[in-house]
């Protein structure tokens, strides 16, 4: 397998393994730096002791980004604030994703609930229930046996509960949200926005480090409402 035929091989499986990355991570940045970086190691690869290539790949992509999940673990315990998956609409404007459960599997709603796993319970559930691969091809690409495996999916599905089924908001539903806050932006008035929220939402927020942003998640209709509306009067 010459060069051209490396990065040809490497290309068709380019999608797959950016959008298993930034399941993973909840970072388009993080998960196209794991991408490059497996690229590079897939050109310096023995090819001959490579039987699958697309099962190499996704174990070395997976595997790294483990290794990554524990490192971000650690380092949100300092994070300043609340943190949250960076939304992304799709991977890639020419490769929109093929089914309705992997592209509502990209919504921050269902990237916070993975929050809840670790780093290999996130792995084998994404893998399993997400891009439907075996337990056997999971417990390869984990390096566990299948016993395993199998405990690590029903562990992750136990912690996700009921609120383990993939969550798209319905596009119209957003749409009336979006445009409520958009009132309540231009008018100064929250009377509108208040009707749409329930009674027990949340409101947290994430500036990146980069960007002024609370620290502390609003719990209730009254306190996001008078946050909303104190923000509005400055």
């Known amino acids: 397998m010459d060069r051209i035929d490396d990065t040809t091989v490497f290309e068709s499986r380019r999608s797959f393994l950016l959008g298993l990355a930034y399941r993973l991570l909840g ?25 699958t ?24 315990l300092d994070y300043v604030g609340t943190w ?20 509502s599997s990209l919504s921050t709603a269902f990237l916070l609930l993975l929050e809840r796993l670790t780093p290999k319970e996130r ?4 893998l399993y229930d997400i891009f439907d691969l ?38 119209s539903r957003q749409e009336q949200l979006l445009t409520a806050f958009h009132t309540a932006i231009t008018s100064g008035s ?16 994430d500036g990146g480090g980069k960007a002024s942003a609370i620290r502390e998640t609003l ?9 909303v509306g104190e923000s509005l009067s400055r």
């Open 27 to 51: 970072s388009r940045a993080e998960a196209e730096d794991v991408v490059q970086d497996l690229f590079i190691k897939w050109l310096e690869a023995d090819k001959a002791s490579i039987a």
């Open 53 to 76: 290539p697309a099962a190499w790949l996704t174990t070395a992509c997976t595997r790294h980004c483990i290794d990554l999940l524990r490192s971000a673990q650690r380092s949100r």
């Open 84 to 103: 949250l998956p960076e939304p992304i609409h799709t991977l890639h404007h020419d490769s929109p994703e093929q089914s309705h459960e992997l592209a």
């Open 123 to 126: 792995a084998a559930y994404l």
């Open 134 to 171: 075996d337990y056997p091809q999971v417990a390869q690409t984990l390096g566990v046996q299948e016993a395993t495996c199998r405990k690590l999916v029903s562990r992750a599905k136990a912690s996700l509960g009921n609120t383990q089924a993939r969550y798209q908001p319905d596009p």
């Open 190 to 205: 929250t009377q509108g926005l208040a009707a749409m929220l329930s009674e027990d939402v949340e409101l947290c927020a």
């Open 219 to 227: 719990y209730g209709l009254e306190a996001v409402l008078a946050f």
